[in-house]
């Protein structure tokens, strides 16, 4: 039996003393008596003064002010795409859980059933929700509304969207997934890769073919047998992404691909130590940083 | 007729100096002094917030989930509910099984009821509606303090999750002993004399908690709020350290 023992290391970091000018507050410091802004999101008014209910580094945009801290549950925006796991059928809707304050409703009308788009949703459809989407499936989909409450609804209408079949889920803090125009990502490496707003991210082997994998919003699943170099790839991927969030660094499809690419002097399994991590990490940011820097 | 009766090792209070001469207490603090406190944020990978405090060698793990949908008893349509669970280990007091706080189970609960109040006095609840926030304290190992210790980390904890917080709320015991207020008592001093426990907004100085073990001179009670503050001010002022620590190490631009 192979025995791994190491040393407990507190990780150093390279980090600079001072990021910029952004003010580092924590609750209940004030962060400005000026009574000329505006409250944003993580602070709140305290007779003129705006104080802090987080801890993170203030933003400033205009006259708007706003706290955000590190990690915190997602907050949704219309137009985001979220992976999610559905965690009860109901009457004419889909509870789904997406890691948000409250659970997100993904409604029978905003969801392409096989059948085109143009199809109708009749009382038959009703009582086969279940043959769709059962409790613990996973799908992609994108926030079409917000409602009052601050609960997401969803929308699948698009062939991008729809039940997610083998593959590898993966939770990161939400913040640390950049917003971007694209989300879906068919990496050179083999994979592809879902970044969802929420924080969640899907890794699964690129479809080949027409039919199949997450270009289709269907609601079959491909089950056949994924060969090995694939999970192999999936996984050095999957353990990719947790070293980048563990040392809190920002997930794209670049910072992601150069990760994988640091990575592959290691072994898909050794990167699950804690110095591999923090190693594949900072020769991502050195990278990213050198690019930046031309 | 059982002549054995449970006798705590310190059962040799009476005798012992709990504050000598000099003004050393028997760990060898000032009065005023506060116990070495350690803490981390971020311990447990899959909890929304989690945190870690010492406070000599009373230890204590604190976790957070949410806000998340609530459970149905529990859903209010306009604030968040907090749902706050204490729970002290076995193997945290003097002799195993035996608990250091006493009463057990029923202890239990009402501390955490205490707890549940004194968050909710902080938690901009009305930010969560139809949400639940879970808090979780367990004591690893109690040494006196540990209701002020719990209510410290809990607010570690729930700073860690990014839940919004009016302010800190940082808590401290206290008591008086020979007219010389003590404060951050550890076990010893706690069976040998009343203690108060105060939790305080370092913002506006307000004070969600206040509980007392035992009566004390309404004429020293003055003194030893004033005291007791102060101390809730130097836990601030290493909890907020600690906070800024954690954050500027974790900061990322992309």
């Not at chain 1, 209910?53 to 945009?61: E, L, M, W, Y």
């Not at chain 2, 002094?33 to 909890?47: D, I, K």
């Not at chain 2, 980390?153 to 015991?173: F, P, W």
Request: a neutral charge.
């Amino acid at each position: 039996m192979e025995v791994d023992i190491r040393l407990a290391a507190e990780r150093l970091r390279q980090e600079e003393a001072t990021r910029g000018a952004a003010q580092l507050v924590t609750p209940g410091d004030t962060v400005t008596g000026d009574g000329g802004f505006m409250r944003g999101h993580g602070t709140y008014k305290d007779g003129e003064n705006l104080v802090a209910s987080v801890a993170g580094f203030v933003r400033r945009i205009n006259r708007l002010i706003s706290v955000q801290p590190l990690k915190a549950r997602y907050n949704g925006e219309i137009g985001d795409v979220v992976i999610g796991r559905v965690i009860e059928v109901q009457q004419k809707r889909w509870k789904v859980d997406t890691c948000s304050r409250l659970h997100s409703l993904l409604m029978l009308s905003s969801v392409n059933l096989p059948g085109g788009e143009q199809r109708r949703k009749t009382q038959e459809d009703e009582l086969a929700m279940r043959s769709y989407l059962e409790e613990g499936d996973l799908i992609s989909a994108e926030v079409q509304n917000i409602f009052s409450d601050g609960s997401l609804s969803l929308h699948t209408r698009s062939l991008k969207y729809g039940k997610l079949s083998q593959g590898v889920m993966v939770a990161v803090p939400s913040n640390l997934v950049l917003r971007r125009k694209n989300h879906f990502h068919d990496l050179p490496c083999g994979a592809t890769v879902i970044l969802g707003n929420n924080g969640y991210i899907w890794i699964c082997a690129t479809a080949v073919g027409e039919d199949g994998g997450a270009g289709t919003g269907g609601y079959v699943q491909n089950l056949e047998r994924v060969p090995l170099p694939e999970r192999e790839v999936i996984s050095r991927l999957r353990n990719c992404i947790l070293a980048l969030a563990g040392s809190w660094m920002m997930l794209y499809d670049t910072s992601i691909l150069y990760a994988f690419e640091a990575s592959s002097k290691f072994q898909a399994r050794d990167l699950l130590k804690p110095e591999v991590m923090a190693e594949v990490a900072d020769l991502t940011r050195k990278r990213l940083d050198l690019e930046a820097a031309e | 007729m059982c002549a054995y009766m449970w006798a705590p090792p310190f059962s040799a209070v009476s005798t012992m100096e709990l504050l000598s001469d000099q003004g050393l207490r028997v760990d060898g603090r000032r009065a005023h002094e506060l116990r070495n406190v350690e803490c981390r944020l971020g311990v447990f990978g899959r909890a929304d917030g989690s945190a870690y405090l010492e406070q000599g060698n009373t230890r204590v793990l604190a976790t957070v989930y949410g806000p998340h949908e609530a459970r149905a008893a529990q859903r209010r349509h306009d604030v968040a509910s907090i749902n706050c669970q204490y729970r002290q280990a076995v193997f945290s007091g003097w002799e195993r099984g035996r608990r250091a706080g006493g009463g057990g189970d029923r202890r239990a609960q009402e501390l955490g009821a205490l707890l549940q109040n004194t968050l909710e006095s902080v938690v901009l609840v009305e930010l969560y509606p139809r949400s639940q926030i879970d808090v979780y304290v367990q004591v690893l190992q109690a040494d006196g303090g540990t209701y002020a210790t719990c209510v410290n980390a809990a607010t570690l904890a729930l700073i860690d999750a990014g839940v919004a917080l009016r302010d800190y709320v940082c808590a401290c015991s206290a008591s008086v002993l020979r007219d010389q207020p003590l404060v951050d008592l550890n076990s010893l001093e706690t069976s040998g004399a009343p203690e108060l426990t105060a939790a305080l907004l370092p913002r506006s100085g307000r004070l969600p908690l206040l509980e007392m073990s035992q009566r004390f001179h309404v004429d020293k009670l003055g003194e030893l709020l004033d005291v007791a503050e102060t101390a809730c001010r130097d836990v601030h002022t290493i909890l907020n350290r600690a906070v800024r620590r954690h954050v500027s190490a974790r900061s990322s631009e992309k």
